[in-house]
């Protein structure tokens, strides 16, 4: 019996099964950089994930050295793969927007291009007001979507969606971090997707050693099959 509960513990700890939480979506993706290492993407399809969003760039200047090898790899399997930018508070929008497009080629069934809009650094305690964010913002979404066709999605948590993202860009779809996987966003919009833990682990995901963030589509398969 110790022995089956000990093979038991490790197929749940090698899945993607976050023990702290559940969620009733049904399509279920991840998001990566660097930090995850090496990745087997066909094995993450075959455990069952329909989606993933890729970090690409981060400000004017910045790639993530991982991201072409990423991009080829999963864009190899069904799986449908978004490229996201992390948005500095420092560079222009167009600057930032040249950096992804650069980065960023466009390939055949691709997810929208996603903007990462936190706070880091000293804007963890020095928030950047209204009218700064969304001056870059606002470029950077504009030069995308002409660029590829497709509205750019927003990456951000509740905090900054209710103080800076609400009232000014409910035109666009949300990619929301919230670990309680609520059923609207702060404002009563639905969500697109929703990052629900950043404590998932797969043997898919540097041989199950790195923990990994754990996403949901709201929708069916269908639905992220039609997305663009």
């Not at 993933?52 to 449908?80: C, H, S």
């Not at 600057?95 to 903007?115: E, F, H």
């Not at 979404?141 to 999605?153: K, R, S």
């Amino acid at each position: 019996m110790v022995i089956l509960a000990f093979a038991f513990a490790i197929a749940i700890r090698y899945s993607f099964i976050y023990m702290g939480e559940s969620t009733d979506y049904d399509v279920k993706g991840i998001d990566v950089s660097l930090y995850q290492g090496e990745i087997d993407w066909s094995g993450l399809h075959s455990e069952g994930l329909d989606f993933a969003f890729i970090k690409a760039t981060e400000g004017a200047d910045y790639v993530d050295r991982n991201f072409e090898g990423y991009w080829k790899a999963a864009n190899l399997t069904p799986m449908r793969i978004s490229a996201y930018h992390f948005l500095s508070y420092d560079s222009s929008g167009h600057d930032q927007a040249q950096n992804y497009i650069s980065t960023v080629k466009r390939t055949w069934g691709m997810l929208p291009p996603c903007i990462d809009v936190e706070f880091y650094g000293s804007y963890e305690y020095d928030h950047p007001s209204k009218d700064k964010m969304h001056e870059i913002l606002d470029e950077m979404l504009t030069e995308l979507e002409d660029h590829y066709g497709m509205q750019p999605i927003i990456y951000t948590n509740k905090y900054i969606y209710s103080k800076y993202i609400s009232g000014h860009y409910d035109d666009y779809r949300i990619w929301i971090s919230d670990f309680d996987v609520s059923d609207n966003l702060p404002d009563g919009r639905d969500w697109t997707f929703c990052q629900y833990t950043f404590d998932g682990y797969s043997d898919s995901i540097a041989g199950g050693e790195k923990k990994v963030d754990l996403d949901v589509f709201n929708g069916s398969k269908w639905d992220l099959r039609l997305l663009k």
